[in-house]
């Protein structure tokens, strides 16, 4: 019995210094720096809706008013001589026209209050089909002011908006 009684014993006390009398460390707060990747705990928050105008991507390639644009973005751009509205889509990152295969997007202006369709006018190498970018023409477009509205469409089946809003 002796054997089992030590056993016991060995058992007991290798389970106490393993595991410890200690409290469990607490959690590192520390900020990530540069040279650390940021972590679970030290990543910022995820804002409340992927669409909300708390940023600015300041003037798109076309220096026209950039929206988001499901998956891409838009960018909506007035020649006022011409009395035409182009929307240009992009990508991510707004390097690089996104060709899409849709037969026409739908531009509705806030004031004056109207709609417009947005003809697909492909670039030169876009494939048959697709385009990056789409034009309406409106006599209101030949007003000088800025404008705000929205851009909807469906693409692949899914439907996609993006508001915008010329800033002066």
């Known amino acids: 019995m002796r054997f089992s009684q030590w056993t016991c014993f060995g058992v007991v006390a290798a389970g106490v210094f393993l595991g410890g009398c200690n409290p469990p460390a607490a959690p590192d707060t520390k900020p990530a720096t540069a040279d650390t990747k940021p972590t679970a705990d030290t990543k910022p928050a995820p804002k409340k809706d992927d669409h909300d105008d708390d940023h600015d991507h300041g003037a798109g390639p076309h220096k026209g008013t950039i929206l988001e644009f499901g998956k891409y973005h838009g960018e909506f751009v007035v020649d006022h001589d011409t009395k035409e509205a182009t929307v240009y889509i992009l990508s991510g990152n707004l390097k690089k026209a996104v060709p899409i295969d849709v ?5 509705s202006i806030d004031s004056p209050k109207f709609q417009v369709d947005l003809m697909p006018m492909p670039m030169d190498g876009e494939a048959k089909g697709s385009a990056s970018r789409f034009v309406a023409k409106h006599d209101n477009f ?9 851009v909807s469409g469906e693409i692949q089946g899914k439907p996609v908006t993006g508001d915008f809003k010329e800033k002066p």
């Open 142 to 150: 030949g007003k000088k002011q800025e404008f705000a509205g929205t």
């Open 103 to 107: 037969e026409k997007l739908l531009l």
